[in-house]
């Protein structure tokens, strides 16, 4: 499977982005997925996963309240919604399809995703 993520950009301190990733080359309901972000000199670290099925989340303490992982099976298209955004949430973000977990799990773990998109820039400014 491709992943296409889109919707990042330069916004204000307090503001509201939201992330696109777009699957082809199969089913993407066959896929759990989440986002992934990755600051300059900082590892790559989980910010938000949603199931195969059911759509259950799970989101970092560090986005907790302030983001909404969604997805549309029929457009192949996960989400992340982002408000209240902080210059420490600057970072690319990378969207990650798995295959491997059961169906109601969202995984977050890195290893856990089978498939990586390119990332988009998301930049705070205070």
């Known amino acids: 499977v491709q992943l296409q993520a889109s919707g990042g950009g330069l916004v204000q301190a307090g503001g509201s982005l939201r992330l696109s990733c777009v699957a082809s080359?199969?089913?993407?309901?066959?896929?759990?997925a989440g986002w992934f972000r990755q600051a300059p000199g900082k590892e790559r670290e989980f910010v938000a996963a949603?199931?195969?099925?059911?759509?259950?989340?799970v989101y970092a303490d560090s986005v907790k309240g302030r983001s909404t992982i969604s997805r549309d099976n029929a457009k192949n298209t996960v989400y992340l919604q982002m408000s209240s955004l902080k210059p420490e949430d600057a970072a690319v973000y990378f969207c990650?399809?798995?295959?491997?977990?059961?169906?109601?799990?969202?995984?977050?773990?890195?290893?856990?995703?089978?498939?990586w998109g390119q990332g988009t820039q998301v930049t705070v400014s205070s």
């Open positions: 080359g199969r089913t993407f309901s066959s896929y759990a």
């Open positions: 949603i199931s195969r099925g059911v759509s259950s989340t």
């Open positions: 990650g399809a798995s295959m491997g977990v059961s169906w109601h799990l969202a995984p977050k773990i890195y290893d856990e995703y089978d498939y």
